[in-house]
Each structure stands twice: as structure tokens, then as C-alpha cells.
């Protein structure tokens, strides 16, 4: 499980840049940033959201909602909650006494969750139900309609096979049934080399593949320029 002595760790990368103009002296020459043109991004997540490399620590310079935002010139708020379930990130997020944000129906959600709910306990499942259900009534009751779905990873307990499947691929072809088009593999994406010591956290080639990958699909969907 992704759980260390470091509890309840938060990684918040926000940077809001609003630029309307730049003038050039001597040219009258008015540039507008490329984040005018695509919408504010939201990255929810685990210690994976963190960028965490599984030594007890943070490693929020290389975490994948950064790196998004540094290499292709976006906005993104990252929200990582070291060894946090699913309820838990999305209660933190809102609740008042925590990171007390309202659900932004414009901004674009990006989630990564489910990684401690199928290791709860030590114990490797394979239920989604539970997870998917949180994260529809989130974005349902925020009325989000743009949205990514990450599929968890190979982590070394849910290679773990049940009838003859690893239990990471039942997780996520779960998740793709369920999601469709907003559902993104990472697992694949990773790849065996793409993981650190632990088996549960990634190197930071690894979360540069994650986060280039969704930039990707955030394309691919339609949501940014």
C-alpha cells in the first residue's frame, strides 16, 4: 500500500498567469500567451500525483501535473495526497477545512486515483465499483463534462492473477468500460522499466511519460488548442 511515514503530504501547483498584452517597445506589437486559449486543468491525485519516488519523500520539482504545465505551456492546479483513497482526495479537495475549492464545471479534471483503494488492507482487489462510484457522483454533481480518467498501474501487487488475468488489467478494463473515450491506459505507457525500487511509485522518466502522454489525450479530446 502507498503509505509511508509522511502522511497526508499536498502538492499544490498553481500558477495563474494572465497576460493580455504585451508590448513590444518601439513595435506596437501585442503577443497573447497560449493559456488564453485553453482552459484551467485540475490534476487529482495520490503520492503518483506527487511524483513521489517511493523514499518517504516529495518530489514536487518532477511531478507529473508540473511538468504538464512547464512543458506545454499550460495552467494546472496538481492536488496530491500522499497514501490517500479515492473519498479521501476528493473530500480534501473540497472540504473547507482543507483545500476548500469549488468544482469548476470550465475547468478541465484530470483524475488519478483508485491506486490505495485496491490495496487496502495489504490485501489486492480488483473492485472498481467503489472508486467509480465516488468519482461520478463528483463529477456529477459538478457537472463536469470535461475529464480524464487515468487507469492504475502495474504496481506489484495487483500483478497479482485472478483467473488468469493480472489484477491491474481487470482495474482498468473496468475503468475503460465504464469511461470510454475520458478513460487514458497508464500502464502500458509506464512500461516495465518506468517503476522505482518500491514497484509502487515511478522513476521520474516514468512520470515524464505520464505527463506527456496526457497532454496527448487532453488533445485528443478536444480540450486544449
Not at 518601439?26 to 511524483?51: F, K
Not at 506489484?156 to 473496468?174: A, F, R, T
Not at 502500458?188 to 496526457?214: F, M, S, T, W
Amino acid at each position: 500500500m502507498a503509505v509511508s511515514r509522511i502522511q497526508n503530504k499536498i502538492i499544490r501547483i498553481t500558477v495563474l498567469i494572465l497576460i493580455t498584452c504585451i508590448f513590444i517597445t518601439g513595435c506596437g506589437v501585442g503577443v497573447e500567451p497560449a493559456q488564453a486559449h485553453n482552459p484551467v486543468i485540475v490534476w487529482l491525485g495520490d503520492s503518483l500525483t506527487q511524483g513521489s519516488l517511493g523514499d518517504d519523500g516529495d518530489n514536487y520539482i518532477g511531478a507529473p501535473p508540473l511538468k504538464l504545465m512547464e512543458d506545454y505551456d499550460l495552467t494546472v492546479e496538481g492536488y496530491g495526497f500522499y497514501g490517500n483513497t479515492t473519498h479521501d482526495v476528493l473530500w480534501r479537495y473540497e472540504d473547507p477545512s482543507q483545500e476548500n475549492q469549488t468544482i469548476d464545471p470550465d475547468k478541465v479534471y484530470i483524475f488519478w486515483l483508485g491506486s490505495n483503494d485496491w490495496v487496502i488492507g495489504g490485501e489486492p482487489n480488483c473492485d472498481t465499483g467503489k472508486v467509480t462510484a465516488e468519482l461520478d457522483d463528483f463529477i456529477n454533481k459538478g457537472n463536469i463534462d470535461k475529464y480524464i480518467i487515468m487507469g492504475t498501474t502495474a504496481r506489484y501487487e495487483l500483478k497479482e492473477e485472478m483467473n488468469g488475468q493480472p489484477m491491474y488489467d481487470i482495474i482498468n478494463d473496468g475503468l475503460k468500460s465504464h469511461y470510454g473515450d475520458n478513460y487514458m491506459d497508464v500502464a502500458g505507457i509506464i512500461g516495465d522499466d518506468g517503476y522505482g525500487p518500491d514497484n509502487i511509485h515511478l522513476k521520474q522518466d516514468g512520470y515524464d511519460r505520464v505527463a506527456e502522454a496526457v497532454y496527448e489525450k487532453l488533445k485528443d479530446l478536444g480540450y486544449i488548442k
